[in-house]
């Protein structure tokens, strides 16, 4: 069974930076889509972000548009989630999630096409 484990979470104050990774083990795919998503205190799970197989197309929500980069290490078989000018909204439950597909340029950006989950990592913003 495919497992994949976010790190990197924890507590930054507002306009700071983190990183997150999403690492791949046991029984992996050929390829997949890699994306992230957030869920706050209350609230359904969002899409943050996601990349293609290839690294060659992204998306982002636009909340988070022009604050956060998506990238790939496929070697690795890691995603990363770089994370800049945070706020105190960004605080949530972030998740990493893929979407095994054959086409290395497609993305996702729903809940339902993604097949695997991590566990999560909490992320906490203060002002």
């Known amino acids: 069974q495919v497992q994949l484990v976010e790190s990197g979470g924890g507590l930054v104050q507002a306009g700071g930076s983190l990183r997150l990774s999403c690492a791949a083990s046991?029984?992996?795919?050929?390829?997949?889509?890699g994306g992230w998503f957030r869920q706050a205190p209350g609230k359904e799970r969002e899409f943050v972000a996601a990349i293609s197989w290839s690294g060659g197309r992204t998306s982002y929500a636009d909340s988070v548009k022009g604050r956060f980069t998506i990238s790939r290490d496929n070697a690795k078989k890691t995603v990363y989630l770089q994370m800049n000018s945070l706020k105190p909204e960004d605080t949530a439950d972030y998740y990493c999630?893929?979407?095994?597909?054959?086409?290395?340029?497609?993305?996702?950006?729903?809940?339902?096409?993604?097949?695997?989950w991590g566990q999560g990592t909490q992320v906490t913003v203060s002002s």
């Open positions: 046991g029984r992996t795919f050929s390829s997949y889509i």
């Open positions: 999630a893929a979407d095994p597909t054959r086409n290395v340029v497609a993305v996702a950006t729903t809940l339902g096409e993604y097949d695997y």
